[in-house]
Protein backbone atom coordinates (compact mmCIF):
# COMPACT_ATOMS: atom_id res chain seq x y z
CA UNK A 1 0.00 0.00 0.00
CA UNK A 2 1.91 3.17 -1.10
CA UNK A 3 2.21 6.08 1.64
CA UNK A 4 4.43 8.53 -0.07
CA UNK A 5 3.28 11.63 0.63
CA UNK A 6 3.74 14.26 -2.54
CA UNK A 7 6.38 16.88 -1.93
CA UNK A 8 5.13 20.25 -1.44
CA UNK A 9 1.91 19.46 -0.40
CA UNK A 10 0.24 20.00 3.23
CA UNK A 11 -0.99 17.48 5.53
CA UNK A 12 -3.39 18.58 8.55
CA UNK A 13 -5.48 16.78 10.57
CA UNK A 14 -8.09 18.13 12.70
CA UNK A 15 -9.74 16.40 15.67
CA UNK A 16 -13.14 18.23 14.57
CA UNK A 17 -15.08 20.77 12.36
CA UNK A 18 -17.54 22.23 11.31
CA UNK A 19 -17.04 21.43 7.00
CA UNK A 20 -13.47 20.84 5.73
CA UNK A 21 -14.22 22.80 2.81
CA UNK A 22 -15.26 25.63 5.34
CA UNK A 23 -11.95 24.92 7.08
CA UNK A 24 -10.31 25.57 3.66
CA UNK A 25 -12.16 28.73 2.78
CA UNK A 26 -10.51 29.95 6.30
CA UNK A 27 -6.99 28.54 5.70
CA UNK A 28 -6.50 29.23 2.41
CA UNK A 29 -5.27 32.65 2.73
CA UNK A 30 -2.30 31.51 4.73
CA UNK A 31 -1.27 28.69 2.77
CA UNK A 32 2.00 28.29 1.20
CA UNK A 33 1.10 25.77 -0.94
CA UNK A 34 -1.49 22.97 -1.73
CA UNK A 35 -3.12 21.07 1.46
CA UNK A 36 -4.91 18.32 2.41
CA UNK A 37 -7.00 19.00 5.19
CA UNK A 38 -8.82 15.80 7.16
CA UNK A 39 -11.45 15.87 9.86
CA UNK A 40 -11.81 13.06 12.59
CA UNK A 41 -15.05 14.49 12.59
CA UNK A 42 -17.14 16.91 10.66
CA UNK A 43 -20.40 18.68 11.92
CA UNK A 44 -22.07 20.43 9.27
CA UNK A 45 -20.83 18.06 6.00
CA UNK A 46 -22.54 19.11 2.85
CA UNK A 47 -22.70 17.58 -0.65
CA UNK A 48 -24.05 18.83 -3.97
CA UNK A 49 -26.74 21.68 -4.59
CA UNK A 50 -27.10 22.19 -0.41
CA UNK A 51 -27.53 18.40 0.35
CA UNK A 52 -26.51 17.04 3.67
CA UNK A 53 -23.24 15.11 4.06
CA UNK A 54 -23.09 12.76 7.50
CA UNK A 55 -20.05 12.04 8.78
CA UNK A 56 -20.01 9.90 11.35
CA UNK A 57 -16.83 9.17 13.17
CA UNK A 58 -14.67 6.36 11.84
CA UNK A 59 -15.73 8.41 7.83
CA UNK A 60 -13.68 9.96 5.81
CA UNK A 61 -14.17 14.00 5.51
CA UNK A 62 -11.41 15.76 3.93
CA UNK A 63 -10.40 18.98 1.66
CA UNK A 64 -7.73 19.18 -0.83
CA UNK A 65 -7.43 22.98 -1.28
CA UNK A 66 -5.04 24.02 -4.04
CA UNK A 67 -4.49 27.21 -6.24
CA UNK A 68 -4.84 25.59 -9.97
CA UNK A 69 -4.25 27.68 -13.13
CA UNK A 70 -6.73 28.48 -15.68
CA UNK A 71 -10.66 29.43 -16.03
CA UNK A 72 -13.09 27.94 -14.26
CA UNK A 73 -14.23 25.58 -16.31
CA UNK A 74 -10.96 24.08 -16.84
CA UNK A 75 -10.41 24.55 -12.93
CA UNK A 76 -13.87 22.16 -12.56
CA UNK A 77 -12.16 19.21 -14.30
CA UNK A 78 -10.41 18.43 -11.42
CA UNK A 79 -13.71 16.45 -9.82
CA UNK A 80 -12.72 13.56 -12.32
CA UNK A 81 -9.14 13.56 -11.19
CA UNK A 82 -10.69 13.82 -7.60
CA UNK A 83 -13.11 10.64 -8.76
CA UNK A 84 -9.81 8.81 -10.36
CA UNK A 85 -7.93 8.93 -7.59
CA UNK A 86 -10.43 7.84 -4.99
CA UNK A 87 -10.78 5.67 -7.01
CA UNK A 88 -6.95 4.02 -7.52
CA UNK A 89 -7.05 4.72 -3.78
CA UNK A 90 -9.98 2.34 -3.33
CA UNK A 91 -8.70 -0.71 -5.35
CA UNK A 92 -5.17 -0.04 -3.51
CA UNK A 93 -6.71 -0.67 -0.44
CA UNK A 94 -9.33 -3.49 -1.29
CA UNK A 95 -7.17 -5.18 -4.45
CA UNK A 96 -10.75 -5.54 -5.91
CA UNK A 97 -11.08 -3.12 -9.16
CA UNK A 98 -13.68 -4.71 -10.33
CA UNK A 99 -15.95 -3.90 -6.87
CA UNK A 100 -15.81 0.02 -7.93
CA UNK A 101 -17.21 2.14 -10.48
CA UNK A 102 -17.58 5.93 -10.83
CA UNK A 103 -21.16 7.71 -11.33
CA UNK A 104 -21.54 11.09 -13.27
CA UNK A 105 -21.20 14.03 -11.69
CA UNK A 106 -18.95 12.87 -8.45
CA UNK A 107 -20.31 9.63 -7.11
CA UNK A 108 -17.75 6.60 -6.52
CA UNK A 109 -19.73 3.34 -6.87
CA UNK A 110 -19.14 -0.05 -4.20
CA UNK A 111 -21.03 -3.07 -5.79
CA UNK A 112 -23.45 -0.70 -7.01
CA UNK A 113 -24.29 1.39 -4.04
CA UNK A 114 -22.52 5.15 -2.90
CA UNK A 115 -19.53 5.10 -1.32
CA UNK A 116 -18.21 8.02 -2.15
CA UNK A 117 -18.81 11.95 -3.41
CA UNK A 118 -16.99 14.34 -4.00
CA UNK A 119 -17.45 18.25 -4.05
CA UNK A 120 -15.67 20.99 -5.55
CA UNK A 121 -15.78 24.91 -4.35
CA UNK A 122 -13.96 27.78 -5.27
CA UNK A 123 -12.68 30.03 -2.12
CA UNK A 124 -12.26 33.53 -3.20
CA UNK A 125 -14.13 37.48 -3.23
CA UNK A 126 -17.24 37.51 -6.42
CA UNK A 127 -15.35 36.52 -9.36
CA UNK A 128 -11.84 36.56 -8.08
CA UNK A 129 -11.10 33.08 -7.01
CA UNK A 130 -8.26 33.00 -5.22
CA UNK A 131 -8.12 28.92 -4.61
CA UNK A 132 -10.19 25.56 -5.15
CA UNK A 133 -11.66 23.23 -2.61
CA UNK A 134 -11.94 19.96 -3.21
CA UNK A 135 -14.13 18.32 -0.82
CA UNK A 136 -14.34 14.14 -0.61
CA UNK A 137 -16.55 12.13 1.74
CA UNK A 138 -16.07 8.29 1.96
CA UNK A 139 -18.34 6.19 3.90
CA UNK A 140 -14.93 3.49 5.38
CA UNK A 141 -17.20 2.69 8.54
CA UNK A 142 -20.85 3.78 8.43
CA UNK A 143 -23.47 4.57 5.48
CA UNK A 144 -26.25 6.72 6.16
CA UNK A 145 -29.68 5.97 5.95
CA UNK A 146 -31.00 5.88 2.09
CA UNK A 147 -32.81 8.26 0.70
CA UNK A 148 -36.08 8.36 -2.09
CA UNK A 149 -34.86 7.73 -5.17
CA UNK A 150 -31.38 7.97 -4.47
CA UNK A 151 -28.49 4.82 -4.90
CA UNK A 152 -28.16 2.85 -1.42
CA UNK A 153 -25.88 3.89 0.73
CA UNK A 154 -22.74 1.56 1.08
CA UNK A 155 -19.86 1.36 3.49
CA UNK A 156 -16.24 0.10 3.24
CA UNK A 157 -16.47 -2.04 5.85
CA UNK A 158 -20.09 -3.48 5.07
CA UNK A 159 -19.04 -4.36 1.88
CA UNK A 160 -15.75 -5.51 2.02
CA UNK A 161 -15.50 -6.14 5.64
CA UNK A 162 -11.57 -4.10 5.36
CA UNK A 163 -11.73 -1.09 8.12
CA UNK A 164 -9.08 1.67 7.71
CA UNK A 165 -8.72 4.75 9.41
CA UNK A 166 -9.09 8.23 7.93
CA UNK A 167 -5.42 9.12 8.29
CA UNK A 168 -4.22 5.79 6.58
CA UNK A 169 -6.87 6.14 3.76
CA UNK A 170 -5.44 9.74 3.10
CA UNK A 171 -2.18 8.20 3.16
CA UNK A 172 -3.21 6.55 0.14
CA UNK A 173 -5.40 9.18 -1.67
CA UNK A 174 -2.68 12.14 -1.41
CA UNK A 175 -0.18 10.31 -3.98
CA UNK A 176 -3.36 9.13 -6.26
CA UNK A 177 -4.71 12.52 -6.74
CA UNK A 178 -1.02 13.71 -7.34
CA UNK A 179 -0.69 11.40 -9.62
CA UNK A 180 -3.27 12.47 -11.51
CA UNK A 181 -3.51 16.04 -11.23
CA UNK A 182 0.05 15.46 -13.11
CA UNK A 183 -1.47 13.89 -15.77
CA UNK A 184 -4.18 16.77 -15.69
CA UNK A 185 -1.57 19.32 -15.88
CA UNK A 186 1.24 17.79 -18.64
CA UNK A 187 -1.33 16.25 -20.96
CA UNK A 188 -5.09 18.15 -20.66
CA UNK A 189 -8.19 16.56 -19.99
CA UNK A 190 -8.19 14.12 -22.80
CA UNK A 191 -5.86 10.88 -20.85
CA UNK A 192 -8.14 12.07 -17.72
CA UNK A 193 -11.07 11.61 -19.59
CA UNK A 194 -10.51 8.28 -20.94
CA UNK A 195 -10.01 7.00 -17.92
CA UNK A 196 -12.80 8.02 -16.57
CA UNK A 197 -14.90 6.65 -19.02
CA UNK A 198 -12.69 2.86 -18.46
CA UNK A 199 -14.36 3.15 -14.97
CA UNK A 200 -17.81 4.76 -15.60
CA UNK A 201 -20.70 3.06 -14.65
CA UNK A 202 -23.49 2.25 -16.75
CA UNK A 203 -21.73 2.89 -19.75
CA UNK A 204 -23.89 2.07 -22.98
CA UNK A 205 -26.57 1.64 -20.86
CA UNK A 206 -30.26 3.23 -20.50
CA UNK A 207 -30.23 6.26 -17.70
CA UNK A 208 -32.21 9.41 -16.52
CA UNK A 209 -30.87 12.71 -16.55
CA UNK A 210 -32.50 15.18 -14.32
CA UNK A 211 -31.96 18.36 -14.27
CA UNK A 212 -33.65 21.60 -12.40
CA UNK A 213 -36.21 21.75 -15.18
CA UNK A 214 -36.49 18.70 -17.36
CA UNK A 215 -35.49 14.92 -17.67
CA UNK A 216 -34.13 12.62 -20.06
CA UNK A 217 -33.25 9.05 -20.71
CA UNK A 218 -31.03 8.15 -23.11
CA UNK A 219 -27.77 5.66 -23.26
CA UNK A 220 -25.15 6.85 -21.43
CA UNK A 221 -22.51 7.34 -24.21
CA UNK A 222 -19.39 9.25 -22.09
CA UNK A 223 -18.51 12.48 -21.38
CA UNK A 224 -17.11 14.99 -23.64
CA UNK A 225 -14.01 17.57 -24.04
CA UNK A 226 -15.91 19.69 -20.97
CA UNK A 227 -16.67 16.81 -18.96
CA UNK A 228 -20.60 17.45 -19.67
CA UNK A 229 -22.63 14.08 -20.08
CA UNK A 230 -23.04 12.68 -23.53
CA UNK A 231 -26.81 10.95 -23.82
CA UNK A 232 -28.28 9.11 -26.82
CA UNK A 233 -31.97 10.13 -26.46
CA UNK A 234 -34.61 8.97 -28.71
CA UNK A 235 -34.56 12.93 -30.31
CA UNK A 236 -30.75 12.51 -31.00
CA UNK A 237 -27.68 13.19 -28.99
CA UNK A 238 -27.72 15.07 -25.82
CA UNK A 239 -24.78 17.12 -24.16
CA UNK A 240 -25.94 17.86 -20.57
CA UNK A 241 -23.42 19.88 -18.22
CA UNK A 242 -25.44 19.51 -14.81
CA UNK A 243 -27.93 16.90 -13.58
CA UNK A 244 -28.48 14.42 -11.32
CA UNK A 245 -28.18 10.92 -12.64
CA UNK A 246 -30.36 7.91 -12.02
CA UNK A 247 -30.67 4.02 -12.79
Aim: one cysteine or more; proline letters at 6%.
Amino acid sequence: MSNSWPSGVGRRVLPETDSTNAEAARMAPGLAGPCWILALRQTQGRGRRGRDWRDPQGNFAATYVCRPNGAPDQVALRSFVAALALHDALVTVTARPESFALKWPNDVLLNGGKLAGILLESVGQGAQVSHLAIGIGVNLLHAPDAEDGALRPVSLMSETGISISPEEFLDVLAPAYAKWEHQLVTYGFSAIRQAWMNSAARLGERIVARTVTDSYEGTLEGIDATGALMLRTAQGRRTIPAADVFF
